[in-house]
């Protein structure tokens, strides 16, 4: 657990925020090399790109600020809601907000929507491996307590101390990786544009619904469906269910785009 990654002057500089940076800028990069392949241009990613970090951004912390209110908020000033390089971005909050932001985008732009979102879906795994990465450097999002020899063990300020715990922040990034290159070989094989976003969300919601079983940062009192089930497992039956119905309902609609009309 190292959250500070230098002094520079007055300013902390933390590893999070360096590693969602360099998410950011990772699956922006890839994605602007991907675009041609669809015909579009190599630029339009980057300029999607401060829509998405706005959007991604202000939807994460909005979530997370939801979701543990009661632990990490209720009782701090303010500005704690603000403090986004101290930790805290839910990744389904994220996603909706970059989502929105695409899509305000692509109309602004006039630029083909499901194109776009297959352009960038090999991406958001990508740009997830660093921001788990820059968790663990943080040290929240942590599992729960195990005895395996590859079990991740935190300083004594830390809430786990003094026990091992899974390192669920590494079992993310690694599965997120093994998604980016699943997804980066779908692209070049797709059969209709929004295959490749279907996909990833069907693929996240898998992940994220196994990894989950192993965290331990939740309180008691978030767990729904009996017991079983924490917030990010409730609304990745959701996400698998938008992912499945786009599958089904995109080759229709290109279908009948295609199809050349009848006098």
Known sequence: MHPV???????T??????????????????????????????????DLGPWLILG????????????FWR?????????????VHHGGLVFYGGLAGASLACILFAA?????????ADVLAPSIPLGYVFGRLGCFLNG????????????????AAHESYPAGVHPTQIYDSLLSLGLYLGLAWLY????????VFGA??????????FVEYFRGDYPAYQHYLGGWATPAQVVSIFILLAGLALLRILPRASGRATRPARD
């Open 140 to 155: 929240c999002c942590y599992g729960r307590a195990c005895d395996f020899p590859w079990a991740a063990h935190f300083p």
């Open 71 to 83: 632990e990490n908020f209720a009782r701090q000033p303010v500005y704690e809601i603000f403090m």
């Open 188 to 195: 070049r094989r797709k059969k209709f544009d929004g295959q």
């Open 13 to 46: 500089i933390h590893w999070y925020g360096v590693m969602i940076a360099l998410g950011f800028l990772a699956g922006l990069w890839t994605a602007g090399r991907r675009a041609p392949l669809s015909g579009l241009p190599g630029e339009l990613p980057l």
């Open 200 to 209: 990833y969300l069907i693929g996240y919601a898998a992940v994220r619904s």
């Open 56 to 67: 991604g951004i202000l939807g994460g912390r909005a979530l997370y600020v939801i979701t």
């Open 108 to 116: 602004f732009r006039r630029a083909p929507l499901w194109k776009l």
């Open 5 to 11: 990654a230098f002094q520079f002057g007055p300013w």
